[in-house]
């Protein structure tokens, strides 16, 4: 796997809350940008292995895409991954959740191609990288506001 890009970053939330908002891929497009929607299409319950989402996605070449995104692992409150049918680049998200104090967190995510591609791992993912990575920096902030709101409304 090639990574793509990746944030960590320090939240004033209960690993429980944080784990509760990734794992529920319905709301990625709440603080993930290039997310046009996203919705379940199986009845497994969010943050188990084997819930498949629809995302739709902007993609900086093409307009939009469509892509079938499977829970991979989950381990409640630590990690959560998933994995998209998305050729050639084949996604890979991965979260991790660290407790680093009281009612505070270290939230790395990252972003992987599986593609084991020359031709993808020369022409596309340096344009990958560099609009994911600007994403994932978005990302971080909106999800950072999204988990700490409820701290600052109290």
Same mark, same amino acid.
Request: positive net charge.
């Given at each position: ?9 320090? =939240? ?25 929607? +996203?919705?379940?299409?199986? @009845?497994?319950?969010?943050? $188990? ?11 900086? +070449?093409?307009? *939009?895409? $469509?892509? *079938?995104?499977?829970?991979? $692992?989950?381990? %409640? ?16 998200? *991965?979260?991790? =959740?660290? @407790? ?13 191609? %599986? ?6 791992? =020369? ?11 600007? %994403?994932? @920096? ?9 988990? $700490? %709101? ?5």
């Amino acid at each position: 796997m090639t990574l793509i890009a990746r944030t960590t970053t320090a =939240i004033k939330c209960s690993s429980e809350s944080a784990f509760s908002v990734v794992s529920n891929m319905e709301r990625f497009g709440d603080w993930f940008p290039g997310v046009k929607s +996203i919705k379940s299409i199986n @009845n497994l319950p969010h943050g $188990e292995v084997g819930k498949k989402y629809l995302e739709i996605v902007s993609v900086p +070449i093409g307009g *939009e895409k $469509e892509i *079938e995104i499977t829970v991979k $692992e989950s381990i %409640r409150f630590e990690r959560f991954v998933t994995e998209g049918r998305f050729l050639p680049l084949l996604p890979r998200m *991965e979260v991790v =959740i660290a @407790n680093s104090g009281e009612n505070e967190i270290s939230l790395q995510w990252s972003m992987y191609s %599986r593609s084991d591609s020359m031709a993808v791992k =020369i022409l596309l993912l340096p344009l990958v990288k560099k609009t994911m990575q600007k %994403r994932a @920096n978005v990302g971080s902030v909106r999800l950072k506001r999204l988990l $700490e %709101r409820p701290l600052l409304d109290d």
